[in-house]
Structures are given as C-alpha cells and as structure tokens.
Nanobody, 116 residues
Framework: QVQLVESGGGLVQAGGSMRLSCAAS????????MGWYRQAPGKQRELVAQ???????TYADSVKGRFTISRDGAKKPVYLQMNNLKPEDTAVYYC??????????WGQGTQVTVSS
C-alpha cells in the first residue's frame, strides 16, 4: 500500500500563492496517477489536477493557468503550486494515488483557506 503525507496548507490572502506537497511511501514510477482533489463544505470532492507516471497532466477548468502540478523524481514529492488564489479555492485538499501495483489511497487532507 502507498502512504501519502501532505503538507503546505494554511491561510493566504486572495491573489497570493501557496505550494502543497504530497510525499508517497513508494516510488512514483510504480504509481499510475497522482493527483490533488479538494472538497469545500457542502460540496462534492472534485479533481483539481493530476499527473501520470509518464508526466501527462490534467487540470480542472477552474484552476487552469493558475495551478501547476509537478514532480522532481521517483522518490520526491508531487507538488501543487497554486498562484492567484481565490476565495473559491478554499477547501480541504487531498492527495490521491492510483497504482496497478499498490491499489488506491488518499492522504489525510490539508486545509487551504483563501481570505478576500
């Protein structure tokens, strides 16, 4: 199984930036897809961004041009760089991975709050 540990959440003003990190206990090259989801109060969890083992990325329309998902290497964290944050980005952000070797797992979540 893959354990995911997130860090980097907190409070930021609108227009500011923040970077989230997700460290996986296994090499990301044994993981098919890693991504970030978010869930705001009263709303369903939604995909924010994801990156495949081949480096392909996908973004929600609401974050395109503002957020960037990236990774540095096999045992390094996956990052979500968030720029020009808006109050509607406020949510609990969850790291997720899906692997044909290890199955699927979620991180514990990290709160991101954007003040207006």
């Amino acid at each position: 199984q893959v354990q995911l540990v997130e860090s980097g959440g907190g409070l930021v003003q609108a227009g500011g930036s923040m970077r989230l990190s997700c460290a996986a206990s296994q090499s990301i090259f044994t993981i098919n897809v890693m991504g970030w989801y978010r869930q705001a109060p009263g709303k369903q969890r939604e995909l924010v961004a994801q990156i495949t083992s081949g480096g392909s990325t996908t973004y929600a329309d609401s974050v395109k041009g503002r957020f960037t998902i990236s990774r540095d290497g096999a045992k390094k964290p996956v990052y979500l760089q968030m720029n020009n944050l808006k109050p509607e980005d406020t949510a609990v952000y969850y790291c997720h991975q899906s692997s044909s070797v290890w199955g699927e797992s979620w991180g514990q979540g990290t709160q991101v709050t954007v003040s207006s």
